[in-house]
């Protein structure tokens, strides 16, 4: 069966404060891994595609990679601004292919 | 463009009501689909469509009607709402080839009494 699954469940840390979140998958024939953020009360907003492992794609603070059972999305020198829940959703490989969403990681940077 | 757009934004239903959440995109984007997300269970896509006339079911499709006449509106209908149906609603588009990323409207924030 598919899954996607994020840890930690939530995350805090200090401004300055670097850290990873994980998200491990098992997907069938998998097509892309994307990531989002989210922050309350809106929609998610798209991050990042990483689509074969040992890709890296970086905007900002974040940086996400990816291996072939899983996923990094490295947040190096966080501010207040960057807490959020960041998703995890992984694209199966048929022809109407399925977004697989992990629960996700709420993160809280306090300043 | 306007991207992903969803009405209303909040609702208060009485158990057993029916209502349509509107969803529009325009984005020329083939693939719309429909998503709850819950405390604790993530985002779980309740139908879903590759094009106009064509829809199919997801995960958790039970209580939950859809139609897709036009590439740009893809509404979902709630028959017979229950207090099970409190949730908050997505609706989000893609493109089928390329990128394929995958574009989210705000939300509707649905509370059934």
């Known amino acids: 069966e598919d899954q996607v699954t994020q840890s930690p469940e939530a995350l805090r840390l200090q401004e300055g404060e670097s850290s990873s979140l994980n998200c491990s998958y098992t997907?069938?024939?998998?097509?892309?891994l994307f990531w989002y953020r989210q922050d309350p009360g809106k929609g998610p907003e798209f991050l990042f595609t990483l689509y074969s492992a040992g890709e890296e794609k970086e905007k900002e603070r974040l940086k996400a990679t990816l291996t072939k059972k899983e996923s990094f999305l490295h947040i190096t020198a966080p501010k207040p601004e960057d807490s959020a829940t960041y998703l995890c959703a992984g694209l199966r490989a048929s022809n109407t292919g399925k977004l697989i969403f992990g629960q996700g990681t709420t993160l809280q940077v306090k300043p | 463009n306007a991207g992903v757009t969803q009405t209303p934004k909040f609702q208060v239903l009485k158990t057993g009501q029916s209502m349509t959440l509107q969803c529009a995109q325009d984005?020329?984007?083939?693939?719309m689909s429909w998503y709850r997300q819950d405390p604790g269970m993530g985002l779980r896509l309740i139908h879903y469509?590759?094009?106009?006339?064509?829809?199919d079911q997801g995960e958790v499709p039970n209580g939950y009607n859809v139609s897709r006449s036009t590439t740009e509106d893809f509404p979902l209908r709630l028959l017979s709402a229950a207090p099970s149906q409190t949730s908050v609603y997505f609706c989000?588009?893609?493109?089928?080839?390329?990128?394929?990323?995958?574009?989210f409207g705000p939300g509707t924030r649905l509370l059934v009494l």
């Open positions: 997907v069938s024939g998998l097509r892309g």
């Open positions: 984005m020329n984007h083939e693939y």
């Open positions: 989000a588009s893609r493109p089928l080839s390329g990128q394929e990323t995958q574009y």
């Open positions: 469509s590759v094009g106009a006339g064509i829809t």
